[in-house]
């Protein structure tokens, strides 16, 4: 209680934590962990946690991992990520003939959330290439009631088209976002649906800031436009981030990354490819 008055860094707030003796302890996260074993065991990842205090109350000595909102990590946390990584290949080392396999089919992953430079994509006059965030991050930004993204699938079948787009949770400021799915022929392969505006459910109540991935629906091989409206306005405008062609089935039962990709947070991520050693991160990647 007061927290959010005191700041994660105030020596009164450490003071009264490492004085108290109630029992504190961390929200479960089974599911997740559960989860992130999964895809280690499956692509052959080392999970590599961070420092936990033994008992919660002294988490406060750990309070310079993380940023001012007390979720994701600091400079400082985001140093310590890499320190890790750095040690581990120290000791291990790495493969010095990974096996690296093709991609199965002709997909395409056309993101400009870290570089600002857009590509793979068509979008019409109503977008806005624009950084929305101080620690460099770009977005498509629709300023106007509604706007059009042409992708192109260059194979000779279906594949699955995702987008990511960014969501404030447990409140969402971005507006309500209905989809249509088009192709170039406009006979088959129509769909419509409104974007869901929640985060995955173990983020709970806690305030994030992140962008999120959904399956749109099949694309047919050639053009296919996707066409986004506003329902209902908000405080700021809708952010696309990415936009992905694939044949896998990239989510999993859950809405969740199925292990093929791990990007859908938003300081970004890597991305791991069957048969390759990698290092993955136990640290809650936002």
Same mark, same amino acid.
């Given at each position: 209680?007061?927290?959010?008055?005191?700041?994660?860094?105030?020596?009164?707030?450490?003071?009264?934590?490492?004085?108290?003796?109630?029992?504190?302890?961390?929200?479960?996260?089974?599911?997740?962990?559960?989860?992130?074993?999964?895809?280690?065991?499956?692509?052959?990842?080392?999970?590599?946690?961070?420092?936990?205090? $033994?008992?919660?109350?002294?988490?406060?000595?750990?309070?310079?991992?993380?940023?001012?909102?007390?979720? +994701?990590?600091?400079? =400082?946390? +985001?140093?310590?990520?890499?320190? $890790?990584?750095?040690?581990?290949?120290? #000791?291990?080392?790495?493969?010095?003939?990974?096996?690296?396999?093709?991609?199965?089919?002709?997909?395409?992953?056309?993101?400009?959330?870290?570089?600002?430079?857009?590509?793979?994509?068509?979008?019409?006059?109503?977008?806005?290439?624009?950084?929305?965030?101080?620690?460099?991050?770009?977005?498509?930004?629709?300023?106007?009631?509604?706007?059009?993204?042409?992708?192109?699938?260059?194979?000779?079948?279906?594949?699955?088209?995702?987008?990511?787009?960014?969501?404030?949770?447990?409140?969402?400021?971005?507006?309500?976002?209905?989809?249509?799915? #088009?192709? #170039?022929?406009?006979?088959?392969?129509?769909?419509?649906?409104?974007?869901?505006?929640?985060?995955?459910?173990?983020? $709970?109540?806690?305030?994030?800031?992140?962008?999120?991935?959904?399956?749109?629906?099949?694309?047919?091989?050639?053009? =296919?436009?996707?066409?986004?409206?506003?329902?209902? +306005?908000?405080?700021?405008?809708?952010?696309?981030?990415?936009?992905?062609?694939?044949?896998?089935?990239?989510?999993?039962?859950?809405?969740?990354?199925?292990?093929?990709? =791990?990007?859908?947070?938003?300081?970004?991520?890597?991305?791991?490819?069957?048969?390759?050693?990698?290092?993955?991160?136990?640290?809650?990647?936002?």
């Amino acid at each position: 209680h007061g927290m959010e008055h005191w700041g994660i860094y105030s020596e009164g707030m450490h003071k009264a934590f490492r004085a108290t003796e109630d029992d504190w302890h961390l929200s479960a996260q089974d599911r997740r962990g559960a989860f992130q074993e999964m895809v280690a065991k499956k692509y052959n990842c080392v999970i590599l946690p961070m420092p936990t205090p $033994r008992k919660m109350k002294n988490w406060v000595d750990y309070a310079f991992l993380l940023a001012e909102d007390y979720y +994701h990590k600091s400079a =400082t946390g +985001h140093a310590e990520v890499a320190r $890790r990584i750095k040690r581990y290949i120290r #000791e291990h080392g790495v493969p010095a003939n990974p096996r690296v396999n093709k991609w199965v089919s002709m997909d395409s992953c056309n993101t400009w959330f870290d570089t600002g430079h857009v590509t793979g994509i068509g979008v019409d006059h109503n977008w806005q290439l624009h950084q929305f965030s101080e620690t460099g991050k770009f977005a498509l930004e629709l300023h106007f009631h509604k706007g059009t993204i042409t992708a192109y699938n260059p194979s000779n079948h279906n594949m699955n088209i995702y987008i990511a787009y960014m969501i404030t949770s447990p409140s969402n400021a971005y507006p309500r976002m209905t989809v249509k799915i #088009e192709s #170039e022929h406009k006979i088959a392969h129509q769909q419509r649906f409104v974007l869901k505006e929640t985060g995955p459910e173990y983020y $709970r109540d806690n305030p994030v800031h992140i962008h999120i991935m959904e399956k749109l629906g099949i694309m047919p091989p050639g053009k =296919t436009y996707i066409k986004f409206k506003a329902i209902e +306005h908000r405080s700021m405008p809708f952010r696309l981030v990415s936009v992905i062609i694939s044949n896998e089935d990239m989510l999993n039962s859950v809405g969740q990354p199925n292990g093929i990709t =791990t990007w859908v947070c938003q300081e970004g991520c890597t991305c791991y490819k069957p048969g390759v050693k990698s290092v993955a991160s136990l640290f809650r990647c936002t």
